[in-house]
């Protein structure tokens, strides 16, 4: 009886996994795709649209964190105090 009652409480906890992506939304192409990178002293936040690098935020462990933006047709890039993506950035917490 509590075979039956541990596997019954197994399904009802599994069954809603299986209908997640019916909820889940797609991705938008254009939506930017963060990696981030651990150094020894900064961090590091790769923003990739449409496969693209567009630009990386650099976050030092002391100090203020910069943006770099990679130049056109370089391999270069240009430091800037503010981000050049526009999608939203709204702060929800913070602590």
Same mark, same amino acid.
Request: aromatic share 12%.
């Given at each position: ?6 596997? %019954? ?7 809603? %996994? ?34 693209? =690098? ?13 943006? =770099?933006?990679?130049? =056109? ?18 702060? =929800?917490?913070?602590?």
């Amino acid at each position: 009886m509590r075979y039956r009652s541990l596997l %019954l409480a197994a399904l009802l906890t599994l069954s809603p %996994l299986s209908h997640a992506e019916e909820f889940l939304p797609g991705f938008d192409a254009d939506e930017p795709v963060v990696t981030i990178r651990h150094g020894d002293d900064k961090t590091y936040y790769e923003y990739h649209v449409a496969g693209e =690098l567009k630009e990386i935020k650099v976050v030092p462990r002391s100090g203020s964190p910069y943006y =770099l933006i990679p130049v =056109l047709g370089s391999e270069k890039f240009i430091r800037t105090a503010e981000s050049q993506l526009l999608v939203p950035k709204w702060i =929800l917490f913070r602590w």
